[in-house]
């Protein structure tokens, strides 16, 4: 498991989705991603934005993620 909050544990990660990370990262698991997935048909919104609003992570959680996500694509593009 990945610590969220440190970037070193992603140096060596390619192209991740945000779930990804966070389940990498232990903040959520398979159960979550399929809700998730079955809300966001419905309602169009951002995983993250469910996820916050279902209290599973905590903005930070997801700032940290996303930060991950960011750097990750900068140091290699995902084409």
């Not at 990945?2 to 903040?27: F, H, P, Q, T, V």
């Not at 951002?46 to 997801?62: A, F, H, Y």
């Amino acid at each position: 498991m990945k610590n969220l909050y440190n970037l070193n544990d992603w140096e060596e990660c390619s192209y991740l989705r945000l779930g990804e990370i966070l389940m990498e990262a232990g903040k959520i698991n398979l159960v979550h991603i399929s809700m998730v997935l079955d809300i966001q048909r419905f309602q169009k919104l951002p995983i993250g934005e469910i996820l916050l609003s279902m209290k599973i992570i905590t903005k930070q959680d997801l700032e940290q993620a996303l930060l991950i996500q960011d750097k990750i694509q900068k140091r290699s593009p995902h084409e």
